[in-house]
């Protein structure tokens, strides 16, 4: 039945709901957190202060960080029984799978799976953050053949985070670059996967359950799996002088070229342009100028001839190259982000609730009458 009511495809610009999180003007090209913007906090605020923005509300003082920075560093550690579900994957399987499967065996394993109290609610999301970066780490580790690294409570979340999957702590600068990579991804209004975590926290499922949602989501190439796509691109195209080639064909062959586009910026993403600027400070300093090199002339050539500038996953990606990270790490390093966005956002639905279930518009077959099996031709 065909009503007036019915939203666009895709449902561009609609909107379901109201949010105290984020905010992003897609014509001014700006994005902010609870009122603070993204170059600000990127400039100042370290990813702990950050998480604490977004899901307490306010930024922390003195006190306040010091007791995130704890309860974050006591919940490093994951059940044993976790590390020995990622030993039993096989190595070629895909991170993402992994993440998404590891997320949710992690539920069985919490204490207070079914208190829904604010005060549970906030240990939960933070014991969620921070057993991401352990099991991402884990997984790098085994992955590799190599011993399982413990995590270090004298380190920051970032930091940490490198010296799990490495096995040494990173030089400040870098540990810097990269909790800078962190802010960025922290929250982005309502995009696929936090829409999937909070259509899945509308049924009053748990956390779990509605990450574990998100996560799916986030996999997808239209969505964070873009970044993994712009390396390997930047990867085949080798040298700045095969750009333009490289170009010509995906448009001939009408080919998506990753890391271009966005669903609501109509100009710059501003967090490309911040990732830009780390991108070229990497290039400077840790060699790698030839990935700074092609990506900048990949945006010139999209933006002349596409009229289309790089999105987050853009220069995110020769970033995280240049700090050694492997491509197959690039998406669910973002969601080690953007778990904070996710679970600031399924607790700003649990507290206003009502199950989103939206109508389709019935375009198949009219009303027909069911045929015996022998009878069907
Ligand atoms: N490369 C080439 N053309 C692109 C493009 C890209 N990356 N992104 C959009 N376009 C073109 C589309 O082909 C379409 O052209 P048409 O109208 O001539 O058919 C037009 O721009 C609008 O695209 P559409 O897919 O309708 O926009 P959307 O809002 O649904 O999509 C994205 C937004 C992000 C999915 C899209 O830009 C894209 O696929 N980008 C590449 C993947 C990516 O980087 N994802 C990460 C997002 S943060």
Sequence with gaps: MKTDNTAPKGLEDVIIGSSTLTLIDGHAGTLSYRGYDISDLAENATFEETSYLLLYGDLPN??????????????????????????????????????????SALSIY????????????????????????????????????????????????ASNFLYMMRGDAPEPAVARIFDKCLVLHADHELNASTFAARVTASTLSDVYSA??????????????????AVMEMLEEIKVPEKVEAYLKKAFSEKKRVMGFGHRVYKTIDPRAIILRALSKELATKNGGKEWFRISYKLEEIMRTEKKLSPNVDFYAASVYHMLGIPTYLFTP???????????????????????????????????????PLAQRK
Aim: proline share 7%; charged share 25%.
């Design 62 to 103: 003195v006190q306040e960080l010091r007791e995130l920075r704890q309860n974050l560093s006591d919940e490093r550690e994951i059940p044993p029984q976790l590390v020995e579900l990622l030993r039993g994957f096989p190595n070629d399987a895909s991170p993402m799978d992994i993440l998404r499967t590891s997320i």
């Design 110 to 157: 919490d204490p207070d799976l079914h208190d829904y109290s604010p005060e549970a609610m906030l240990r939960r999301a933070i014991r969620i953050l921070s057993k991401t970066t352990t099991m991402i780490a884990a997984y790098e580790r085994i992955r590799n053949g190599t011993d399982v690294i413990p995590p270090r409570a004298d380190l920051d979340h």
């Design 211 to 228: 990450v574990t949602s998100a996560i799916g989501a986030l996999k997808g190439p239209l969505h964070g799996g873009a970044n993994e």
């Design 333 to 371: 390093i973002f969601a080690a982000s953007r778990v904070t966005g996710w679970t600031a956002h399924i607790m700003e639905q649990y507290t206003d609730n009502r199950l989103i279930r939206p109508r389709a518009d019935y375009v198949g077959h009219h009303p027909r009458k069911y045929i």
